[in-house]
């Protein structure tokens, strides 16, 4: 069975980096798209940033110039490095991939559970 664990929260002072880690581990033929989104209290999950594996990628604007999306294929693991950190980054982020197993019919979705980033003094 297919699994994402993310890792690299945690607490950081404004202007702080972090970096986070995903690792998809299981049964799995081939990863297309990963992302990472993120949800605050009271708020919708968006996305953050994703990557094709090709190496394409897409960041919402409010992290563009701060956080970087990168993967590693032959590991299956996604990072992001979040530098420039503010307060409004304080979320909990979510690593999502679109993955197919061995053995099955169709791509499918995959989530983590999630990892706390929290910025404060």
């Known amino acids: 069975q297919v699994q994402l664990v993310e890792s690299g929260g945690g607490l950081v002072q404004p202007g702080g980096s972090l970096r986070l880690s995903c690792a998809a581990s299981?049964?799995?033929?081939?990863?297309?798209?990963m992302g990472w989104y993120r949800q605050a209290p009271g708020k919708q999950r968006e996305l953050v940033a994703n990557i094709f594996s090709g190496g394409r990628t897409n960041y919402a604007d409010f992290v563009k110039g701060r956080f970087t999306d990168s993967r590693d294929n032959a590991k299956n693991t996604l990072y992001l490095q979040m530098n420039s950190l503010k307060p409004e980054d304080t979320a909990v982020y979510y690593c999502?991939?679109?993955?197919?197993?061995?053995?099955?019919?169709?791509?499918?979705?995959?989530w983590g559970q999630g990892t706390q980033v929290t910025v404060s003094t």
């Open positions: 299981g049964s799995i033929f081939s990863i297309s798209n």
């Open positions: 999502n991939a679109n993955i197919w197993e061995y053995r099955d019919t169709r791509e499918r979705d995959y």
